[in-house]
């Protein structure tokens, strides 16, 4: 099994510049999040979803939208991207078995390398 | 105050040593993570817990409830458990995990 796919790895983008980072998960996971890391702080949730068709904010979400159109995929959007959005992005599932998403050990991806210039 | 704080931040090890490494909570929780980050960077779900003890292999889990405090051991450490040990807790305002700034651990051979 793949787990969870996060595509690209690394990215430059311009300032102003807009892109998807694309989230896939096989595993049959309802609930899904979107992270990011900055060098020296702890990972902080931009968005998360906890079935097809339901999206949250998280405590970091300006200048970010999502989607949730399938239980697989969670694509994360950057409308006009700023350099404080330099950063690497975490996807991550987990399953819905027992209460509370957080009560569930999270399955993540790779990893998106994501630098605004 | 972080809401997570974990001890040491670094920490260099040789071949076959007892490793702790510890996270202090401010917040009421319902379950603690710990989790692996290699140094290409992937996340590894280790540990859950809510109570007592847990144990894979090498690596041990504690938590304490009443104390706001967990601790993970490595017994006879070797130069691949060189990562990144990073404590989470499920105690956001929506349910979410709050992460600690992790603890680099280097082990020489």
């Known amino acids: 099994n793949a787990g969870v796919t996060q595509t690209p790895k690394f990215r430059i983008l311009k300032i102003g510049q807009s892109m998807t980072l694309q989230c896939a998960q096989d595993m049959n996971h309802n609930y899904m999040y979107w992270y990011r890391q900055d060098p020296g702080m702890g990972l902080k949730l931009i968005y998360y979803?906890?079935?097809?068709?339901?999206?949250d904010k998280g405590e970091v979400p300006n200048g970010y939208n999502v989607s949730r159109s399938t239980t697989e995929d969670f694509p994360l959007r950057l409308e006009l991207a700023a350099p404080s959005q330099t950063s690497v992005y975490f996807c991550a599932s987990s399953s819905t078995t027992g209460g509370g998403y957080s009560n569930q050990p999270q399955h993540f991806g790779d990893g998106t390398r994501l630098s605004i210039l | 105050k972080n809401e997570v704080e974990q001890s040491p931040q670094n920490l260099t090890a040789q071949e076959g040593e007892f490793i702790t490494i510890n996270c202090s909570y401010s917040v009421g929780i319902s379950a603690l993570h710990w989790l692996q980050q290699h140094p290409g960077g992937g996340i590894v779900s280790l540990f859950m817990l809510s109570s007592g003890k847990k144990k894979h292999g090498r690596l041990i889990a504690t938590i304490n409830i009443q104390e706001k405090h967990s601790s993970l051991h490595i017994t006879a450490s070797h130069p691949r458990d060189s990562a990144v040990y990073i404590c989470a807790v499920a105690g956001g305002s929506q349910g979410n995990l709050i992460f600690g700034k992790g603890t680099k651990l280097s082990v020489k051979p």
């Open positions: 979803s906890v079935g097809a068709g339901i999206t």
